[in-house]
């Protein structure tokens, strides 16, 4: 029998669309080290399995070898719990449903779990982060969409399928809804994603006809980060664009609340950085809109996890939850 | 030690507005006996549990007694299942904080878990009904108002504080929302109850200027089911009001599906039970609207409790789970 001190280490590795990035991590949530490939350089899924695999197991080697790794966490957009599958994910090279827990489970020789990123981030917040100690909270991640982890009774919610929790694809605006990346028109993350943010941007500068900051940028390159900069600044457009993100956010918010009741929502990713700009306005527009018997009761939090190690942080924690090969 | 032969039978109580219904239930969900009070004559909580009592112990007795009795389930507009209470309930006569539980523990010597009528509900159908076997699902609850029962993982989600599944409050329309009781505009309650229904009769009536079946009746008389009635006659108008009922609810049911991805959304209630007219517009609805990461995977399903025992029934199911007193 293998105790749990024999095997102080879990791998966690996130995949994005541009890269991929695996580190080590103790029990405590350090991130010993890390590595990383580019994703997109591998068309073929065995040699992408392959390029980390030859930069994963030095790494393992350097802290005692796969004897001293409980597990391995994997997170990945459209990632599939249950089936250890990513599936039909449109921002990465591979087609159709990809065994991607198998393969590494394979070629490295440690039991391996794989997520969502965004369940991930919610397992590690609860692992790590803000998150300790709670049994029903949401995590929603702020970035280039907008993702979600749902933890209920101290589980996270996978559903029937293995894909619940897309709370950015929610339907905000039904009428003259922005056209999402999914097909549909309206979604809650093609106005609070940070895309959504540089999309309300543009939408302002061509409505409103008041000088601003973000008039010295080409309107096609401005980020989200130009809006936080310019409200730094005192940019009236740019803080009335964090009000209207933060507003369109709480409201969602709010009827998520309805759904789980959770003890508190937890916020992640550059936008949730942009401190009293977009909060205010989120807590704001929740209180306006929450049932009455919900009021002032769940906490709007930030992610307590570090920014650079987050992700890999995340999916780490999944690794502590592997059941043995 | 006593064994579940030994206490065969579970009480089952449901708390209306108007009337209290109970009943003692068998394992297999015959509801073999019931009595009932009015829940408005007694303005006094003691005076109301002392009604209630001296109906349901001669119940009891017929049955064996107390000690043939595993539990009570009661099923309560406002019910926190944690606490046992009943919190501030708009339509119940007792006001405030009502820790109602305790109150029938004491008095009729039985271990006593409460939740909220439609928590009831899903562990009824769970227990006894569509949802026998599932993990994940949704219960809809179509009456006077809309309430919802939601099954994570084989449990009911009851959130932090005991008050999850309130999607009768999600709001679905933003912009120029129907007024509900709830002090909030927009709610699905609103549009998809029975009372729903008839408030876009009378609207529909008043911007349509077509004939119609429904203009026989006085339009503050009209009910949802006169609006059956009319649409199985053939009444275009009668029809096409299900129709745009049937699309809210679609849509708003697509929507949680993001949330827990369930194996099943389940309608009960007299609504559910208008057929094609209301459930061909909600599928559609939810086949336009779904992320198509879900599509076809939810079924929509009409619950399989008997409608006159369906409370009790569903109140009762709780009862096989109180722990003893």
Chains 1, 2 share one sequence.
Request: glycine share 12%; proline share 4%.
């Amino acid at each position: 029998m293998v105790t749990g001190m024999e095997k102080p280490y879990v791998v966690g590795m996130d995949i994005g669309g541009t890269n991929t990035v695996f580190g080590v991590v103790d029990s405590r949530g350090n991130v010993l080290a890390t590595d990383s490939v580019k994703t997109q350089s591998y068309s073929k899924i065995e040699d992408y399995v392959e390029a980390v695999c030859t930069k994963l197991r030095p790494l393992i080697e350097s802290f005692g070898g796969v004897e001293k790794i409980k597990g391995m966490g994997v997170g990945a957009p459209n990632g599939n719990y249950y089936n250890g599958t990513i599936e039909f994910a449109p921002n990465l090279p591979w087609r159709g449903v990809i065994p991607l827990a198998a393969l590494f489970e394979e070629k490295i020789g440690v039991p391996t779990a794989l997520t969502n990123d965004a369940n991930a981030a919610a397992i590690g917040e609860m692992t790590y982060g803000a998150a300790r100690g709670m049994k029903d909270f949401i995590m929603i991640t702020l970035g280039t969409g907008v993702g979600s982890g749902i933890v209920v009774n101290g589980q996270l919610v996978y559903g029937h399928d293995g894909f619940a929790g897309e709370l950015g694809h929610v339907i905000v605006r039904r009428e003259n809804g922005r056209q999402c990346g999914c097909g549909r028109k309206g979604c809650l993350e093609t106005y609070c994603s940070a895309t959504g943010v540089a999309r309300t941007a543009r939408e302002f500068l061509v409505a409103r006809p008041e000088p601003s900051l973000l008039r010295d940028i080409p309107a096609e390159e401005i980020v989200s980060k130009d809006v936080f900069d310019a409200a730094v600044r005192g940019d009236k457009l740019a803080q009335d664009i964090f009000e209207y993100t933060g507003r369109i956010l709480g409201e969602a918010l709010a009827d998520f609340i309805a759904f789980s009741s959770p003890e508190a929502i937890i916020l992640f990713g550059g936008l949730a950085k942009s401190g009293d700009y977009i909060m205010k306005p989120i807590q704001k527009a929740i209180d306006d809109n929450i049932l009455k018997i919900y009021a002032g009761k769940t906490k709007l939090l930030i992610s307590e996890l570090k920014d650079a190690d987050a992700a890999v942080l995340g999916a780490s924690a999944l690794g502590w939850e592997v059941r043995d090969i």
